[in-house]
């Protein structure tokens, strides 16, 4: 019998096979649903905030994560799509563009003052790591520097106690692959 992904050895903790194979069919259904269809609503942004309870010998993180990106990458693409043929071309790129400089409004914050801090009592992210990579994002949207949305995904930062909130982070680099993906 084959199986949709490769599995952690089995005393290794892995996705939930039963979840993942679940949402996989919600999405099928999903993707495949007419346009106005409000059956089965699933979008890019659900896509990348979906989590599976994690049990010995299942699904591979590694290769179901990766799964996810693309068929984010996918659900993306179909709604830009879709909302460009509702609004037109210029007015859905107009929204990106409003998008993006809310984003990059946020991110020309001063240094070690760009987010919330997470507290003396709690673990956020590590200031400086934050911040070196907020720069690379200034670049990517003054100046056009190459930063792709696996950049973003990818991006990991050190824990400290007195860092950024990591909530906060986590929703601007969100926001940041929205808006990646909204241009392609």
Same mark, same amino acid.
């Given at each position: 019998?084959? $199986?949709?992904? %490769?599995?952690?050895?089995?005393?290794?903790? !892995?996705?939930?096979?039963?979840?993942?194979?679940?949402?996989?069919?919600?999405? =099928?259904?999903?993707?495949?649903? &007419? %346009?106005?269809?409000?059956?089965?609503?699933?979008?890019? @942004?659900?896509?990348?905030?979906?989590?599976?309870?994690?049990?010995? !010998?299942?699904?591979?993180?590694?290769?179901? #994560?990766?799964?996810?990106?693309?068929?984010? #990458?996918?659900?993306?693409?179909? &709604?830009?799509?879709?909302?460009?043929?509702?609004?037109?071309?210029?007015?859905?790129?107009? $929204?990106?563009?409003?998008?993006?400089? @809310?984003?990059?409004?946020?991110? &020309?914050?001063?240094? =070690?003052?760009?987010?919330?801090?997470?507290?003396?009592?709690?673990?956020?992210? $590590?200031?400086?790591?934050? #911040?070196?990579? /907020? #720069?690379?994002?200034?670049?990517?949207?003054?100046?056009?520097?190459?930063?792709?949305?696996?950049?973003?995904?990818?991006?990991?930062? =050190?824990?400290?106690? =007195? !860092?950024?909130?990591?909530?906060? /982070?986590?929703?601007?680099?969100?926001?940041?692959?929205?808006?990646?993906?909204?241009?392609?």
């Amino acid at each position: 019998m084959s $199986e949709t992904f %490769p599995r952690t050895r089995a005393s290794k903790l !892995g996705y939930k096979v039963s979840a993942v194979e679940q949402f996989l069919a919600t999405a =099928r259904m999903a993707y495949d649903a &007419e %346009p106005g269809d409000t059956g089965s609503i699933l979008t890019a @942004e659900n896509i990348r905030r979906i989590g599976f309870e994690m049990e010995k !010998g299942g699904y591979l993180p590694a290769a179901v #994560d990766g799964a996810l990106e693309r068929l984010e #990458d996918a659900f993306s693409a179909r &709604e830009r799509d879709r909302a460009a043929s509702l609004q037109g071309d210029e007015a859905w790129f107009g $929204e990106a563009r409003e998008r993006a400089r @809310e984003i990059l409004a946020r991110l &020309e914050r001063p240094r =070690r003052h760009r987010f919330d801090g997470s507290g003396i009592f709690r673990l956020g992210y $590590e200031k400086r790591d934050v #911040d070196a990579f /907020v #720069d690379v994002l200034i670049s990517y949207f003054r100046q056009g520097k190459q930063v792709s949305v696996s950049d973003v995904r990818a991006v990991v930062f =050190r824990s400290r106690t =007195r !860092g950024y909130s990591e909530a906060q /982070v986590d929703l601007v680099l969100d926001s940041v692959v929205d808006v990646m993906l909204a241009v392609r």
